[in-house]
């Protein structure tokens, strides 16, 4: 495997489900990204691993919880989630400088499309 | 609220001309620029990256960056139907853990044959 993985590629899901998406880099990276992508709308970020470090973006729902156990894994776990959540959630990873910030490339993974029921 | 503003399109060029895109972002602090290639249904691909003010030229495609003016332009010599695509500007780097790329909506372009 190269690049930026993520599984599953599509789900389909009901409200009252619980899943998870999984994404792993090969790159060696030290940040890795979730980002949502719906129709007609910018990249949206919803949370990023970074230097170790996880910055959490507020206007993210609770029914969104990344995990993140070491650097080349990352994790979004979904429960009861709403069909306004049906979009492509992808996955992203770079290697940050010593200061941190997103002066690198991103790579992105090929996303999960995700239709909620 | 830090932005990158991209007209949505469609930008529609014929076969061969050039294809001019463009960026404006309202942090002064980004330092970095990048622009991605999103086809229907695909991840974005890197297209190019530029850090530095002037041009940056790879085969085809020519980045712009012009701090002063908080502008970055795409310029795709030759348009082929392949370059059909939505294509993403991202303005990033402020030297703070966890800061991520501000991505604009995107603009699709039509190359007709």
């Known amino acids: 495997e190269t690049g930026v993985t993520q599984t599953p590629r599509h789900l389909v899901m009901g409200m009252t489900n619980k899943k998870s998406l999984k994404c792993e880099q090969h790159?060696?990276?030290?940040?890795m990204y979730w980002y949502k992508q719906s129709a007609k709308k910018p990249l949206e970020l919803m949370f990023v691993?970074?230097?170790?470090?996880?910055?959490e973006n507020n206007s993210v729902p609770s029914r969104f919880s990344p995990e993140c156990p070491n650097s080349s894994h990352l994790f979004l776990h979904l429960h009861t989630l709403q069909p306004e959540d049906s979009a492509l959630y992808l996955c992203?990873?770079?290697?940050?400088?010593?200061?941190?910030?997103?002066?690198?490339?991103?790579?992105f993974g090929p996303g999960t499309r995700l239709l909620v029921l | 609220q830090k932005e990158v503003e991209q007209n949505s399109g469609p930008l529609s060029v014929p076969e061969g001309a050039i294809a001019s895109l463009n960026c404006t972002y309202s942090?002064?602090?980004?330092?970095?620029f990048f622009w991605y290639r999103q086809y229907s249904g695909k991840s974005p691909e890197l297209i190019m990256f530029?850090?530095?003010?002037g041009d940056k030229e790879d085969g085809r495609f020519t980045a712009q960056l012009n701090k002063a003016s908080q502008y970055v332009s795409l310029l795709i010599r030759d348009s082929q139907p392949s370059d059909s695509a939505t294509y993403l500007c991202?303005?990033?780097?402020?030297?703070?853990?966890?800061?991520?790329?501000?991505f604009g909506k995107g603009t699709t372009l039509s190359v007709s044959s």
């Open positions: 992203a990873s770079s290697q940050e400088g010593p200061l941190g910030g997103s002066l690198e490339t991103q790579y």
């Open positions: 790159l060696g990276h030290n940040a």
């Open positions: 691993y970074s230097l170790e470090e996880r910055v």
């Open positions: 942090d002064r602090g980004s330092q970095s």
């Open positions: 530029i850090y530095s003010n």
């Open positions: 991202a303005a990033g780097g402020a030297n703070q853990a966890g800061t991520a790329l501000i």
